[in-house]
């Protein structure tokens, strides 16, 4: 009688079942830290972030932002033909958690030097200052926003 040795054959048999298995829990896991993250986002109020702009001449040339919330459409004030926008300026936006990026641009008038701030809870999150001739942009994402812990 001629005696075959089976081991190679009984570990081809547990390899695929073992993968399986081992995928299934990998997805798992996956799936689960997924949907925490989401339940975390939607517990999660929102957030008002102020974004202001300072200057040392009082104006400024104009003022850019965009956030996530309105599918990142700009909204300028100011402009090369206009008398540019009165600083101290700021104004408030609603911010939902989520990803997404937050920025405000600001372009100084001749000379003159200015800061951009976001601020979220009373807590600056981003701040820059520049001077003419080129302008500048605070940016930050809502992860900043939104610290977990």
């Known amino acids: 009688m001629i005696v075959v040795d089976d081991t190679r054959t009984r ?3 547990w390899l695929l079942p ?3 298995v081992a995928l299934v829990l990998a997805g798992g896991g996956a799936w689960l830290a997924l949907r925490a993250t989401a ?3 939607a517990a999660t109020p929102a957030r008002r972030v102020r974004l202001e702009v300072t200057a040392d001449s009082g104006r400024v040339q104009a ?3 965009r956030t996530p919330n309105d599918d990142h459409r700009t909204h300028t004030l100011g402009g090369t033909l206009t008398d540019g926008v009165a600083a101290p300026w700021s104004t408030e936006v609603t911010l939902q958690p989520g990803d997404g990026q937050l920025w405000l641009y600001v372009q100084p008038v001749d000379g003159a030097t200015a800061t951009c701030r976001i601020v979220a809870d009373d807590r600056v999150v981003e701040e820059k ?14 992860q900043r926003v939104f ?3």
């Open 11 to 13: 570990r081809r048999r």
């Open 129 to 142: 200052t520049g001077r003419q001739p080129v302008g500048f942009a605070c940016w930050t994402t809502t």
């Open 147 to 149: 610290p977990k812990g």
């Open 39 to 41: 339940d975390d986002d």
């Open 18 to 20: 073992t993968l399986v």
């Open 63 to 65: 003022v850019s932002w």
